[in-house]
């Protein structure tokens, strides 16, 4: 067998089996953590406790479980405060002063220009609530309704609309001499800041612990792909943690006493909320105060099961006529880069730039993330950009390629003498491979590197993929003509002749299998060329294998991301040029088209000579 071949094969193989491997029997494993489980009430419903002091009593309901049963006409009747950024349109109920209702101006669920705006937060008399909740946790017997929680009706002390310029104060006095107020303010971009005091005119000290609520009610839709994380993400003094929805412990009130929940202890700095695929809810403590992170989950039907993110913090004790003021802030946005590192590098919160899941090749898809994100700005195109990304990946790995290529080239010039050899040793391979080690040593040639590029590649393959994946830049950023969404596969069909025919190809079943677009036929067509740089291999199993891994390669990348398969074409025809020009170099001339021609025309087998 041809070794340079041979090399060729070994890697496009090992490349195969490796994204295999990697694809289908390695997901990422979750870090475990420690599960306690807070105490419930007599009714079985989950009760949020303190953070702090053990002396804080649990009393009631849980704020969610009990805005999850208010009716949908008191939700409906509440009065509303609007909220209208740059970036967001929705509104806050005084019921309960919850932030219930979000909507992300600058993306559309689809790529069609009058498509409904992405909705984030939903309010609990609509399908699948999803909203946050602040409030207090009553101590040394202070009752459960001179607190505010979920139901309570506040009135607005001052502003009219939520805007960047203008935040709102809500307030209620509880009628026994405890007065809170809530302020909150929002950015031009995804952080609001919650501002909650308590003013005691009592006559006697009261004490009671600030909690933050991230309430999904019903079933979450996630893209269930094993590489990307959805579900609840928390940073807990610099140790990010990541719970998948269906990992969160489930409550079984015939087997338990005590609800079960995931609690982090947080002495510094940390933070915890819901992440989907390009969008996040997130409770953000001030830096420097003590709190606990709280992941649960309640059971109940699709549509009624509730999981919540959880801050408690710390007891505070305050004395009368005194007023105490927590501040915290909440992200509800989507996850864009530039935005969310700015909120890390500029405002302090720590390591917030992963809680966009960078994967295990993070130390390749930051930096392959941060030169894509500059080329499409220098660019203004992202698919443009991918291909400037690839010529720059292909220029650093030149000095590594040139020397692979050279070492084939010189593979190439040695095969007369290794035919010999083989025809020397005869059927003793232990002899031919001696003497094939002893040719190699002496003309300074290493058989394996050609197969180093390649290897190099998968990677940053991987590392590509996962940028193209999870990154919200890439989600409907079109590139040329039919190419409308680079995260989303080809939309064109063979099936329909690329739509010549007038019907829509299957997206799901066998037959979607075959219905791939023009960009894989072009990744195939790519992979074939390269292969044809030189002559098919002289054993025809080898040779079979070869003829079809373009084709097999062009099916299985036929539904990954546009943007994917655009960066492999590239690499591809810039590999085939690189590799074409080095072998000529060194003397030795490719015939692709003769090759090409061998390839076509079928021998006949010859037939026995007569004895």
């Not at 807990?236 to 079960?260: C, N, Q």
Request: hydrophobic share 40%; net charge negative; with cysteine.
């Amino acid at each position: 067998m041809d070794d340079q071949n041979k090399n060729l094969l070994l890697a496009i193989v090992l490349s195969s089996l490796v994204m295999l491997v990697w694809m289908i029997f390695f997901p990422p494993q979750q870090p475990p953590l420690e599960e306690q489980m807070p105490p419930v009430t007599s009714s079985g419903e989950a009760a949020v406790p303190s953070a702090a002091p053990a002396e804080v009593a649990d009393q009631g309901q849980s704020p969610s479980q009990t805005s999850s049963n208010a009716s949908a006409e008191a939700l409906a009747k509440a009065p509303r405060v609007k909220i209208e950024t740059p970036e967001l349109t929705g509104s806050l109920s005084l019921l309960g002063g919850r932030i219930d209702e979000l909507k992300l101006k600058s993306y559309r669920e689809t790529i069609e220009p009058d498509s409904p705006l992405v909705t984030l937060l939903r309010p609990a008399d609509q399908p699948r609530p999803y909203y946050i909740l602040h409030g207090w946790v009553p101590a040394g017997g202070l009752p459960l309704d001179q607190v505010p929680g979920p139901l309570t009706p506040w009135k607005l002390e001052k502003g009219a609309t939520l805007t960047p310029e203008t935040p709102v104060t809500l307030i209620w006095d509880n009628g026994h001499g405890l007065v809170f107020r809530r302020t909150i303010g929002v950015d031009d971009k995804y952080m609001f800041t919650i501002t909650q005091s308590v003013e005691n005119r009592s006559g006697q000290p009261v004490s009671l612990a600030p909690y933050g609520i991230i309430v999904r009610q019903g079933k979450p839709d996630v893209s269930g792909f094993f590489i990307l994380h959805e579900g609840v993400i928390g940073l807990a003094d610099g140790t990010l943690e990541e719970i998948k929805y269906s990992d969160l412990p489930d409550l079984d009130l015939v087997e338990r006493e005590r609800a079960p929940a995931e609690i982090t202890d947080v002495k510094e700095s940390g933070w915890i909320g819901f992440t989907d695929k390009y969008w996040m809810t997130t409770l953000i403590p001030e830096k420097g105060t003590p709190f606990q992170e709280v992941a649960k989950y309640i059971p109940g039907t699709e549509e009624t099961e509730i999981y919540q993110a959880e801050t408690r913090l710390p007891l505070v004790t305050i004395q009368p006529g005194a007023k105490s003021t927590v501040n915290t802030r909440l992200f509800a946005g989507a996850k864009e880069w530039e935005t969310i590192r700015h909120y890390q590098n500029e405002e302090g919160v720590d390591r917030f730039i992963d809680s966009i899941d960078w994967g295990w090749f993070y130390f390749l898809t930051k930096p392959i993330f941060w030169l894509l994100h500059h080329l499409h700005a220098l660019i203004g195109n992202m698919g443009w950009a991918i291909i400037a990304l690839t010529l720059i990946i292909k220029a650093v790995l030149f000095p590594l390629a040139y020397k692979s290529y050279v070492s084939m080239a010189k593979m190439k010039e040695l095969q007369p003498q290794m035919e010999k050899i083989k025809e020397e040793a005869g059927d003793d391979r232990q002899k031919m491979q001696k003497l094939m080690m002893e040719l190699y040593k002496r003309e300074k040639v290493n058989p394996a590197s050609g197969c180093l590029p390649i290897l190099l590649q998968i990677p940053i393959f991987f590392s590509l993929y996962k940028v193209i994946f999870v990154t919200i830049e890439l989600r409907h950023a079109p590139w040329i003509g039919w190419i409308r969404d680079l995260s989303a596969p080809d939309p064109s069909s063979i099936l329909n002749l690329f739509g010549l025919l007038p019907f829509d190809p299957p997206t799901s079943g066998l037959l979607a299998i075959f219905s791939i677009g023009i960009l894989p036929i072009l990744l195939g067509i790519s992979m074939w060329l390269q292969q044809k740089l030189n002559p098919a291999p002289t054993d025809p199993t080898q040779a079979t294998i070869m003829a079809w891994m373009p084709w097999v390669f062009m099916f299985m990348l036929g539904q990954f991301p546009s943007g994917l398969v655009l960066y492999w074409i590239t690499n591809n025809t810039i590999t085939f040029i690189q590799q074409y020009l080095i072998m000529r170099r060194h003397g030795h001339d490719p015939d692709v088209l003769g090759n090409i021609l061998k390839s076509i025309r079928r021998k006949k087998p010859e037939e026995p000579k007569a004895k």
